[in-house]
């Protein structure tokens, strides 16, 4: 008894140090973020609370942003939901070992260093004087990196890696028994995957397709690395008002602008957070 | 399969012929061998380094008496320590970039006549940027917190440490010799994932003003210099993948055909 109470003690005291760390790293400036979005704030000016930051958050071009934003992410995390687990699927299937590590590690590269390199790959490839571009006249064929689609294009190099990580898990933990059983009663493969692997997936695909989200709306290096995208992003818009691109007052917003991602980001995250539960329930 | 291979394949091939083709001379090299010689190149990548580093040593600090005590410890403390870790998922990082930024700029306004200007000079160093450190820990801590907490469940750490205490050992000397050693693993896939992070980050130091690596690579190529900066991030890319291709592959044999 006052060991293990002895211990309890312990681990509280060697996980203190993490959350002090996060309390002042992460805390103050959330705080500093939500204080800002309902506040004015001019030097030597006395604070005073508003919502107009909010409501200027969500009228005219940043409501077009953020609606941008949502779309974009919507769309690109759908289609690498359906590639990513259609890759994963011939990953986990193949019997080369070798084929798994490379898809794996390059997969975790990709969705982790991305950003950057990963725009000038695509704008040195299908750019305006890119090499594709160049080569087929793809520009004369109504070809531009840098509109929605595009963009899209552009994510998707990202996210499916992200999908593949996400979803590999849930492959390995189909039990090949699973499979053999429901053919015996005379399931074809159609019929496996639509009575069988898609229900016990299902908590994964849709915890993926969220975390897909999540993560192309939180989006910022590519799109700001790929100068000259025309379509509208939250980010951008966040980035160019904090950058005093705009007016000094606009940081203010910027705030607000901030605070809708998060109010989105928390929304994606609570569903996020019970379906990965559940599909862990399956996959022990 | 074949089209994801020429769809990922694809832009990176694209990127390498786009660095070796020069218009006037056809094919060479020059991009490559300029890599060296380029300007600035060296004191952002240095600054990327750097923060790597210190980002790795401090996720390392934080997490690892973590992930012990929560294997140890009851499973409030787990939901507890998931909850804080999982966090900064929930705060993108621009909008954390936005936060940080009023705060420095209320700090500028307000703490000029203070003891506390210096603090504020400090943790801003262009050399050394402790608040870009702080947001990447911050920013680290999800996915290095989930890496270390799979390597920690594949051990049976309760039956470890009374095994080195039954043979003398402190808990302190048992944790070091006993539980790090066999977190090896997940210790170096954690300090990739970072280092990965760290190398790529953008959003945060490009709107906080500093240059390091990634925001290098953005400016030179607005200047100008686009195959070579095309070049570096086609390397950087291609060298991170080689080391991570071998943690995974040496990852693998040292245990066994059980898997990750």
Known sequence: MRSSLRQAAAGRLAVLPLILFVAVAFGVPALAMAYGAFTTYAPGQPTSYTGGNLSASLSGGYLTALEGSVKLSATAALIATVAGLLLAQAVVTSRFEVLRHVVLSASGVLANFGGVPLAFAFVATLGNAGVLTTRLHLTGAGWSLYTFWGLVLVYLYFLIPLMVL????????????????????????????????????????????VLLFGSAFAAYATAAAMVGASVPLITLQIADALNGNVSASASNVALAMSLDMVVISVLVMALYLPLQRRSARWLV | ???????????????????????????????????????GLWPALQLSLLLAVATIALVFLLLIPTVIAVRLGTPRLRSVVEFVCMLPLVVP??????????????????????????TLLAI???????????????????????????????????????????????????IVLVILPNLRGAMLNAAMLTLAL?????????????????????????????????????????LTWAVLLALSVTGRRKSGATPA
């Open chain 1, 166 to 209: 996400s979803v590999i898990p849930s492959l390995d933990g189909l039990r090949r028994q699973w499979r053999e059983a429901a053919q015996n009663n005379g399931a074809n493969l159609v019929q496996y995957w639509r009575f069988v692997a898609l229900p016990v997936l299902a908590p994964s695909l849709l915890g993926g397709f």
């Open chain 2, 1 to 39: 399969m074949i089209i994801a291979a020429v769809y990922f394949v694809g832009p990176l091939l694209g990127s390498f012929v786009f660095t070796v083709d020069d218009p006037v001379k056809g094919f060479n090299l020059s991009a490559y061998t300029q890599i060296f010689s380029v300007s």
């Open chain 2, 93 to 118: 990082s621009i909008a954390l970039t936005s936060g940080i930024n009023i705060l420095l700029r209320w700090g500028t306004d307000n703490l000029a006549s203070t003891p506390f200007w210096d």
């Open chain 2, 124 to 174: 801003q160093n262009a050399n050394f940027p402790v608040v870009l450190l702080l947001a990447y820990v911050v920013m680290a801590l999800p996915l290095a917190f989930r890496t270390l907490d799979a390597g920690m469940r594949a051990l049976d750490v309760r039956t470890l440490l009374e095994a080195a205490q039954n043979n003398g050992a402190g808990r302190v000397r048992a």
């Open chain 2, 198 to 238: 760290v190398l790529g980050e953008f959003t945060v130091s490009s709107i906080l003003g500093y240059t390091p690596f990634a925001v290098w690579i953005v400016n030179g190529n607005s200047a100008g210099d686009g195959p070579v900066t095309t070049a570096v991030s086609l390397v950087s890319m291609v």
